[in-house]
């Protein structure tokens, strides 16, 4: 089974509708992070938490709120998804630990379109 | 604002061949990382080379490190097939706990 896991894979949705991308792992990791690519382009941090009680937004958090369930669980939610919000998504993890280089571990990614 | 750029942004290659990528970064640096993308999918990760070393190998990877120029590269040789992907420098600054992501070099292996 994959380590990092996404929900759902694809989806199809409306211009504001709310949507929630859940991400689950199973590498007992505290850092968990979501992305944005779009085509073209590098990743773009939405948000970062190194644990559940520690949430922090990234570069381009507007529009998006994320939940830290458990220490397994991260979702992101589309309070009102727009147009310009498809993209492909991407949750991350990383270790803590005093000598951690933060090398992150992907999951397969969810495909947005907001229409 | 993205720390690292990859220069090619696309390299077109015969199987056989060694293929060379480069990266570019503006601030000082903890590790500098690389990660190659299957196209649609997932970010999957390679080497990382530490701001103290000045290169490192991986199988068929070659990465070097030049902080002085606050550049590094990525060689790998004997390019096959499979080695298509999109391949991402990422760097992370000081102290700081998060990865900056470069827009990526795509890389084309012909068989």
């Known amino acids: 089974d994959a380590d990092v896991t996404q929900t759902p894979r694809n989806r199809i949705t409306k211009t504001g509708k709310r949507i929630m991308l859940e991400c689950s792992q199973t590498k007992g990791h505290d850092r968990m992070y979501w992305y944005r690519q779009d085509p073209g382009l590098g990743l773009q941090l939405i948000y970062y938490s190194f644990d559940v009680k520690d949430i922090n937004k990234g570069e381009i958090s507007d529009g998006y709120s994320v939940s830290r369930q458990a220490q397994a669980k991260f979702s992101l939610s589309l309070e009102s998804a727009i147009p310009n919000q498809t993209a492909l998504y991407f949750c991350?993890?990383?270790?803590?630990?005093?000598?951690?280089?933060?090398?992150?571990?992907f999951g397969p990614g969810t495909r947005l379109t907001v229409l | 604002s993205q720390q690292g750029e990859e220069d090619p942004q696309a390299l077109s290659i015969q199987e056989g061949e060694n293929a060379t990528m480069n990266c570019s970064y503006k601030?000082?640096?903890?590790?500098l990382q690389w990660y190659r993308q299957n196209s649609g999918r997932g970010l999957v990760h390679l080497i990382l080379i530490r701001s103290n070393e000045r290169e490192k190998h991986s199988g068929r990877l070659r990465v070097t490190l030049d902080t002085s120029k606050k550049s590094s590269s990525l060689l790998i040789t004997a390019s096959r097939a499979a080695d298509t992907a999109s391949y991402f420098c990422a760097t992370k600054p000081g102290s700081n706990y998060k990865l900056t992501f470069g827009k990526g070099t795509l890389l084309t292996v012909n068989p």
């Open positions: 601030t000082s640096i903890n590790n």
């Open positions: 991350a993890t990383s270790e803590t630990s005093g000598n951690s280089y933060n090398e992150q571990f």
